[in-house]
Structure formats: C-alpha cells, structure tokens
C-alpha cells in the first residue's frame, strides 16, 4: 500500500522548518558578533576583536568581555581591567604598566614581552598564560593563580608574589 502524498500538510511542516532554521540563524548570527567599533567602556564586549597597536592609557574596561581579543604592542598603561573576561586574549609586548587587572580571567592568555611593572594582579586567573620575558617588577600577585603559567625570562624583581611575599633583585623567571 503507498503513502498517499499530503502536500499541504509537508508544505506547511518545511514552512515552519525554514522559518525556525532562520530565526536560529539570526539568533546565533546576532550573538557571535562582538561590538569591536564600541568605545572603551566597563562591560563592553570586544570579543575576538584586533585592538593591535591602540592608545588605551588609562581605560576602564571592568568586566569587559576581551576573549580571543588581541592588543599586541597596545599601551594599557593605567588601565583598569578587574574582572575582565580576557581568556585567550594576547597582550604580545603590551604596555600594562600600572594597569589594575585584579580578578581578571586571563587563562591561557599571551602576554609574551608585556609592561606590567607596578600592575596588580590580585586574584587573577592567570592558568597556563605565557608570561615569557615580560616585565614585571613591582607587581601585585596576591591571590594570583600561575598554575602552568611560563614565566621563563619574567622579570619579577620587587613583585609581591601569590603568597604576599616580595620577590628579591634577580628574581627573573621565578620568586626568590
């Protein structure tokens, strides 16, 4: 016995499929799209943005979503980034000299050759983030966590390390 074809009701079934597919598409289309154009501001999404070689001294970018953004060779110096969702962010020979990124999230973040003399960085999450020869000296690692972190060649010398102990003169790569 064969199916007997009812064209009206497929019609409507694919009518009702496309227009959900669209809507889907929108939706995602919508939410993947960082503001990369917006101003710096607390909050402000820049996700997977290129922000290579801008003058942001002294920004506020608290909270702000900079996941897989990159700032190489950008100058940060005094900016405030706490709680900044920064994962997989590079900062490749950025100035963040005196920036506050205090409960930052910077896992597996790249800050290779970076400034961040006088930076604090208490209770930041800096998991498996490549420190290697950035300049450190005088900053704050409080509450820090370095778990696979690569500080090879890091200048740490006067920093206050995880602990709230102070780094020693000589203190490249690790604290003493």
Same mark, same amino acid.
């Given at each position: ?9 497929? %019609? ?10 669209? #809507? ?5 289309? @919508?939410? %993947?799209?960082?503001?990369? &154009?917006?101003? %710096?501001?607390? !909050? ?10 801008? $003058? ?12 897989? &953004?990159? /700032?190489?060779?950008? +100058?940060?110096?005094?900016? *405030? ?9 590079? /900062?490749?020979?950025?100035?963040? $000299? *005196? %920036?506050?990124?205090?409960?930052? *999230?910077?896992?597996?973040? $790249? ?14 999450? #800096? ?10 000296? !005088?900053? +704050?690692?409080? !509450?820090?966590?370095?778990? @696979? ?5 890091? $200048? ?7 602990? !709230?102990?102070?780094?020693?003169? @000589? ?6």
């Amino acid at each position: 016995m064969k199916k007997e074809a009812r064209p009206y009701r497929d %019609a409507a079934l694919g009518s009702r499929y496309l227009t959900g597919l669209l #809507l889907a598409l929108v939706t995602l289309a @919508g939410a %993947a799209q960082a503001a990369c &154009t917006d101003p %710096a501001a607390d !909050g402000v999404n820049w996700r997977r943005c290129y922000m290579d070689g801008r $003058d942001l001294k002294d920004v506020s970018l608290d909270q702000a979503m900079l996941r897989e &953004t990159t /700032f190489q060779r950008s +100058d940060l110096s005094g900016a *405030r980034l706490s709680n900044a969702d920064a994962y997989r962010a590079k /900062f490749l020979s950025a100035r963040l $000299d *005196r %920036a506050i990124l205090d409960g930052a *999230r910077l896992i597996e973040a $790249d800050l290779t050759r970076a400034e961040l003399s006088g930076a604090s960085l208490k209770g930041a999450d #800096l998991r498996n983030a490549k420190l290697v020869g950035a300049v450190m000296k !005088g900053a +704050d690692l409080t !509450g820090a966590r370095l778990e @696979g972190a690569d500080l090879r060649n890091a $200048d740490l010398t006067g920093a206050r390390w995880t602990d !709230g102990r102070a780094c020693g003169s @000589g203190s490249v790569g690790q604290c003493h």
